[in-house]
């Protein structure tokens, strides 16, 4: 879907609590052709109030499966953030959002691209 955004003139970019190390390993493994920002400690996710702390028992689950979140992000807080997207116009106001307490049910990037081109058609 990064073409159409672009093609409408937008920019997508994409925050992840891993430390910037990770996350430009991360883009240089998956050829992402997007800026994937670094929000050390979820502070950004903190103020959007997006930020959960796993549970002891999901936390035991990851750390069977070798997924140390303190090691890829910096802390020892166990949070993550819900998947979110949000369309923010180039004055700053956020004109679409999709934010889900369901890990599993992640926003459509087609989703995304209708965003952008209301946003577009709206001006």
Same mark, same amino acid.
């Given at each position: 879907m990064l073409p159409a955004i672009e093609s409408l003139g937008a920019t997508l970019v994409a925050i992840s609590p891993q430390l910037a190390e990770h996350n430009q390993a991360l883009v240089s493994r998956h050829g992402l052709?997007?800026?994937? %920002?670094?929000? =050390?400690?979820?502070?950004? +996710?903190? +103020?959007?109030? %997006?930020? !959960?702390?796993l549970t002891d028992a999901l936390e035991t689950? &990851? =750390?069977? !499966?070798?997924?140390?979140?303190?090691? &890829?992000n910096g802390d020892d807080s166990w949070?993550?953030?819900?998947?979110?997207? &949000?369309?923010?116009?180039?004055?700053?106001?956020? =004109? +679409?959002?999709?934010?889900?307490?369901? &890990?599993?049910?992640?926003?459509?990037?087609?989703?995304?691209?209708n965003a952008v081109k209301a946003l577009a058609r709206t001006g």
């Open positions: 052709g997007f800026e994937l %920002l670094s929000d =050390r400690g979820n502070v950004v +996710a903190s +103020a959007f109030r %997006l930020t !959960f702390r689950v &990851y =750390r069977a !499966f070798k997924i140390e979140l303190p090691t &890829y949070t993550l953030p819900m998947p979110a997207r &949000y369309v923010i116009d180039s004055g700053g106001q956020v =004109r +679409a959002a999709d934010v889900n307490a369901d &890990y599993t049910r992640r926003p459509e990037p087609e989703e995304a691209v």
